[in-house]
Nanobody
């Protein structure tokens, strides 16, 4: 199993930046993809960004050019650098991993609030 611990959420003004971190432990050798989803009140959870072990990235159209996902395989940690934040980025952000056993694991979520 994989355990995920997130950090870095908070309150920021529009136009500001935040960096989220997610550290994985447990059977980390089985991780293929690491990434972030988010869920705003009253909305479905949506993919924000993902990154593979070979550093191939994928972004939601709404965050392209503003968010950057990166991964430190030595530390089993994934980061989400968020810049030029908008009020519509306000959500709970969840770290997730997908493993070789076709299993998803999720973090507990971290709140990001962007004030206008």
């Amino acid at each position: 199993q994989v355990q995920l611990v997130e950090s870095g959420g908070g309150l920021v003004q529009a136009g500001g930046s935040l960096r989220l971190s997610c550290a994985a432990s447990g059977t980390v050798f089985s991780i293929i993809i690491m990434g972030w989803y988010r869920q705003a009140p009253g909305k479905q959870r949506e993919l924000v960004a993902s990154i593979t072990t070979s550093s191939r990235t994928n972004y939601a159209d709404s965050v392209k050019g503003r968010f950057t996902i990166s991964r430190d395989n030595a530390k089993n940690t994934v980061y989400l650098q968020m810049s030029t934040l908008k009020p519509e980025d306000t959500a709970v952000y969840y770290c997730y991993v997908y493993t070789t056993t076709n299993t998803d694991y999720w973090g507990q979520g971290t709140q990001v609030t962007v004030s206008s």
